[in-house]
Nanobody
Framework: QVQLVESGGGLVQAGGSLRLSCAAS????????MGWFRQAPGKEREFVVA????????YYADSVKGRFTISRDNAKNTVYLQMNSLKSEDTAVYYC?????????????????WGQGTQVTVSS
């Protein structure tokens, strides 16, 4: 099975940018559809973005369209989340997840493997 480790979180001012990384080990990410979710204090975990294992199809939550970009480098076994024009409402713990079978990429239940999360804090 695959293990996932996120990095790249931190404190940034509104309007700034961050790039999160999700490094995988144990198995190659080319076997998985990959997603990013986030959870703010007191809120449910929510879908942010996902990318199919082929890399050809991506899916974004409306709240991040045009600002966030997901990409994958199968050779480095890493998935990235480039976040631009950050807003205070983007503040959350961001989780990387891997799925080997789901058709509903926006549903957390479809992912069997999760990282430990990385904190993103956007100050206004």
């Amino acid at each position: 099975q695959v293990q996932l480790v996120e990095s790249g979180g931190g404190l940034v001012q509104a309007g700034g940018s961050l790039r999160l990384s999700c490094a995988a080990s144990g198995r190659t990410i080319s076997s998985y559809d990959m997603g990013w979710f986030r959870q703010a204090p007191g809120k449910e975990r929510e879908f942010v973005v996902a990318i199919r294992r082929s890399g050809g199809n991506t899916y974004y939550a409306d709240s991040v369209k045009g600002r966030f970009t997901i990409s994958r480098d199968n050779a480095k076994n890493t998935v990235y989340l480039q976040m631009n024009s950050l807003k205070s409402e983007d503040t959350a713990v961001y989780y990387c997840a891997a799925s080997d079978h789901t058709t509903a990429l926006a549903a957390a239940a479809g992912y069997g493997y999760w990282g430990q999360g990385t904190q993103v804090t956007v100050s206004s």
